[in-house]
């Protein structure tokens, strides 16, 4: 009984990623950040982000 737990395991173990899953999450990662490269960088992002910086020096006290 134990020979065949221990088979079973051996044979359904999955203590981590093969190269496989490696290169899939490595080449999503890199799509995910271009994609938000692309929109941090867009003018609409660009603009936003220049009118809250220049509100925000120009406030009164």
């Known amino acids: ?3 065949r737990s221990r088979i079973l395991h ?3 173990a999955d203590d981590g990623m093969s190269t496989a899953e490696y ?3 490595t080449i999503a990662a890199a799509a ?3 994609v938000l ?5 867009g003018d609409s992002i660009v603009n936003a982000l ?3 910086i220049d509100r925000a ?3 009164t006290v």
């Open 23 to 25: 290169a899939i999450g």
């Open 37 to 41: 490269y692309g929109v941090v960088t």
């Open 50 to 52: 220049t009118k809250i």
């Open 10 to 12: 051996a044979t359904t």
């Open 32 to 34: 995910f950040g271009a």
């Open 1 to 3: 009984m134990e020979l």
């Open 57 to 59: 020096l120009n406030t």
